[in-house]
């Protein structure tokens, strides 16, 4: 098998930024001279960003990057790429990372967020009998295709929805211990931060979010695949592996699939699994949930999220 030439970073740093067009525009001049694809999101709360090049731009990028004395210690996860995973490169400004939304019930991760916990750690909580919560933090249609066994599932629609996790955790005692969990950790800054303003105050995060975890202890404790906000859709290790769970099923037929497709709607955008059965001799196809209005939903257009 030939092995890529292309890498794939995905990275957030909540920090101060007084000057966040100056750094917006310092950040696209560097990706687009050195060729990257993908989305850079810069708000006065810090920067999130997922980007695609070959080893060499990337790593240049990456040195270029951590010079700047804010973005000391950032965590910058890397993974394969194909080359093709995003269409485009898009750098914004935007008023948040994440787009919670919270108003004054707003948190700031430098002053309040839940402890980093390490993979090595919470493969040892889950292994050792150890009783506390996970509590996942992503999207609806990011959970059918993989998650944590034993997980409490948010199942939210959009970030919006953040208050409403809180009463689906009446029945957790305030003193237990929560783990929170997301695709790359950016959703669990403010997320775990939000539990303890709530009245929680045992909560964790998982440093560098499940991505990290699956490439520790590929198919152990998360079962299926994880969704990517890129043209991967799914991605997971050690995929031939004979213990790997196939958790997603078909929106339509209701049989074991991982296969994420895009609504053909053209407001709606959901990706939802549809086997490739149900997909033979069809141009297009729709959410068989009912389709839904994202211009409405997301009137700032959809935000970077992992």
Request: glycine share 8%; hydrophobic share 30%.
């Amino acid at each position: 098998m030939v092995e890529s030439n292309f890498t794939i970073i995905l990275f957030y740093k909540y920090v101060q930024i007084e000057n966040p067009e100056q750094l917006r525009d310092k950040q696209r001049a560097l990706t687009q001279k050195l060729g990257l694809k993908g989305r850079v999101i810069v708000a006065t709360e810090g920067i999130n960003a997922t980007l695609e090049g070959t080893e060499e731009n990337i790593e240049e990028y990456i040195r270029e990057f951590l010079k700047d004395p804010r973005f000391e210690g950032t965590h910058i996860k890397k993974s394969a790429g194909t080359g093709n995973a995003f269409p485009k490169l898009s750098v914004k400004f935007r008023s948040e990372l994440v787009a919670y939304r919270l108003g004054e019930d707003d948190v700031k991760p430098w002053n309040l967020t839940g402890q980093y916990l390490q993979a090595e750690e919470l493969h040892d909580w889950i292994h050792s009998g150890k009783k506390f919560y996970i509590v996942d933090f992503r999207n609806d249609f990011e959970q059918q295709v993989g998650f944590f066994e034993g997980s409490i599932l948010t199942k939210m629609e959009h970030s919006q929805d953040l208050p409403k996790v809180i009463s689906k955790l009446k029945h957790i005692p305030e003193d237990a211990t929560i783990v929170t969990v997301c695709t790359g950790g950016v959703r669990c800054e403010k997320g775990s931060g939000y539990l303890l303003k709530h009245g929680f105050k045992n909560v964790y995060q998982l440093h560098g979010g499940i991505v990290t975890y699956m490439e520790k202890y590929p198919n152990e404790d998360f079962k299926g695949v994880l969704y990517t906000f890129d043209n991967r859709l799914v991605m997971g290790f050690n995929l031939e592996d004979p213990k790997r769970e196939i958790v997603g099923k078909c929106a339509k037929c209701g049989r074991p699939s991982e296969n994420m497709i895009n609504c053909t709607d053209h407001f709606c955008h959901r990706h939802f699994i549809a086997c490739l059965d149900c997909l033979k001799g069809q141009n297009s196809i729709f959410c068989p949930m009912g389709c839904r209005d994202y211009s409405q939903e997301h009137p700032e257009s959809l935000t970077l999220t992992h």
